[in-house]
Structures are given as structure tokens and as C-alpha cells.
């Protein structure tokens, strides 16, 4: 049953996914479309922060390590367009790398989480992350 309340409670929920690997980014959207997400996957931070300001999604999930700008650069950005208002966006982040959850989280990230993801535990951070969210609007 707790399943069917996350469900619920995630339903309509807006996220931008950016992974550069397509596998990866197509199985995340299908697996967070179960829970009736709404996600919008793009392969590049550029594309990302053309996405985010057209959007404005409620979490952000990006890839780390991505040919060109990383993920780092797309938080550092995001949190520049993000600092005049008094809403911020969740953001998770997701890696192969070596453990990297000290710099991303110091970097603006509110959540680390290590690949291959465990689809679970990606809708449990959102969820949580979401209600925090909602909570602080």
C-alpha cells in the first residue's frame, strides 16, 4: 500500500532528466513514467538549461560525468539563474565515477546516487526530496 501512496503523491510531478548515455536516460523515464512523472530527458547540460528555464521542473536529475559540460557546470549555472528567487529546485545527482557524494553535494546537489540506479531508490530520493520541496514553498 505504501507503494500506491508514493505513486499518488508523485503523479504530475514535473523532472528534467539529463544523462548523456540514451540507454540509461530512456529506462529512467520509463521506469519514473510508472509512477506518472512527467519526464523531460535531455543528453547535454546545454540542452538541460534550455530546458530549465523553458520548464521549470520541480527536480533535477543529471549525470555527472557528460562529454563537453558536466554536471557540475549545469548545477553552478542553475544555481546562478536560482539565487534571485526564493524558490530553489531539488536536484539529484547520479554517477559511475568513484564516489563523488561530498563534492556534488557541496556543489548544490541535495542527493547522490550511484549507478546503475535502482529505480526504488530513485522514486524514494524524489519523493522525499519532493515533499521537502512542498514543504518549504
Known sequence: ????????????LRVLLVDDDVDSGEFLTLGLELYRIEVHFVR????????FVRLRPDILISDIAM???DGYS?????TQLEASQTR???????????????KALSMGYDAFLR???DLKV????????AVHSRLSA
Open 88 to 102: 530553489t529546485t531539488p536536484a539529484i545527482a547520479v554517477t559511475a565515477l568513484p564516489d563523488d557524494r561530498w
Open 74 to 78: 549545469l548545477i553552478r549555472k542553475i
Open 1 to 12: 500500500m505504501a507503494d500506491m501512496a508514493v505513486r499518488s503523491s508523485l503523479s504530475g
Open 44 to 51: 547535454s547540460a546545454r540542452e538541460a538549461l534550455e530546458a
Open 115 to 117: 549507478k546503475p540506479i
Open 67 to 69: 562529454p563537453g559540460e
Open 122 to 129: 530513485l522514486v524514494d530520493t524524489i519523493a522525499e526530496l
